[in-house]
């Protein structure tokens, strides 16, 4: 019985310390399956390396702004203005809410998709912004997405 007691009480603890926010963006921590930066390309050439509204493979970037509730999706700096929203595999993994500004490897996939308003309504929620910055949100947008399987901090 107390072998079992014992058991539970260490898994306990596990699944509580697996289940906390990641606490700082250091660089050369991995997240999710991990990557290297070989091969990657600038998140800037993206849109030329699309096939059909595709792309697998490793981007670089700057993380220009990320989830403050749990860190479940981040944006990358693309170029004029605009950013590329990345979001984690099966939500297997999350981002420290410090990230914003550091140089990251992203691998897995991108796609062309259109995000819908409800949807970009919650993501501006989750970004802080304010209610006006909100309501402001009218219509669906067409953008890329990235799925990460896994994330470098440089």
């Known amino acids: 019985m107390r072998l079992l007691a014992t058991f539970v009480l260490v898994a306990a603890i596990s699944g509580s310390a ?3 926010d990641p606490v700082s963006a250091t660089k050369g921590v991995t997240y999710g399956a991990g990557t290297t930066a070989d091969g990657a390309i600038a998140v800037t050439e993206l849109p030329n390396n699309l096939n059909n509204g595709q792309y697998t493979g490793k981007i ?3 993380v220009t702004d990320v989830c403050q509730k749990m860190g479940c999706w981040m944006k990358l700096e693309n ?3 605009e950013t590329l929203m990345v979001k984690f595999k099966d939500y297997g993994f999350f981002m420290p809410k410090d990230i914003v500004g550091k140089e990251v490897v992203l691998d897995g996939e991108a796609t062309v998709t259109e995000t819908s308003v409800k949807q970009l309504k919650h993501y501006a929620k989750d970004a802080g912004k304010s209610k006006k910055e909100i309501a402001q949100i009218k ?3 067409k953008e890329t997405v990235f799925v990460a399987n896994g994330v470098l901090v440089l």
Do not use: D, F
């Open 18 to 20: 697996l289940a906390q």
């Open 139 to 141: 219509s669906p947008k």
């Open 79 to 81: 170029s004029q203005g």
């Open 60 to 62: 670089t970037g700057k």
